[in-house]
């Protein structure tokens, strides 16, 4: 498994950014994907996920109606589609497959930073 995230650089508040994440070495379309980031000092948070359905995605609450998450099944990519960035956004996001929903491991990107900043 290896997943490749992109996109990620300095940007203002109210901003927009699309974070991708290249996937491959598995089937994309029949595993769960999820986008998770750390700031500085604090914990790892997720996100957002996408079940392989595609319904009903999973957003934290503090990116509800500003985020939005997305897979291209055709080209192996996961992105997510960030508006409205804050200050509070700034970190380092990773793009993980959620392999653990089904019974085996999770696995990760080595992340893409972004800073929200005026």
């Known amino acids: 498994v290896l997943l490749v995230e992109s996109g990620g650089c300095s940007a203002q508040p109210a901003g927009s950014l699309i974070l991708s994440c290249a996937a491959s070495?598995?089937?994309?379309?029949?595993?769960?994907m999820a986008w998770a980031r750390q700031a500085p000092g604090k914990e790892r948070e997720w996100v957002s996920a996408l079940f392989t359905d595609g319904k009903s995605p999973f957003y934290t609450a503090s990116v509800k109606g500003r985020f939005s998450i997305s897979r291209d099944i055709a080209n192996n990519t996961l992105h997510l589609q960030m508006n409205d960035l804050k200050p509070e956004d700034t970190g380092l996001y990773y793009c993980v497959q959620k392999g653990s929903w089904l019974g085996e491991t999770d696995h990760w990107g080595q992340g893409t930073q972004v800073t929200v900043d005026s």
């Open positions: 070495g598995f089937t994309f379309s029949h595993y769960p």
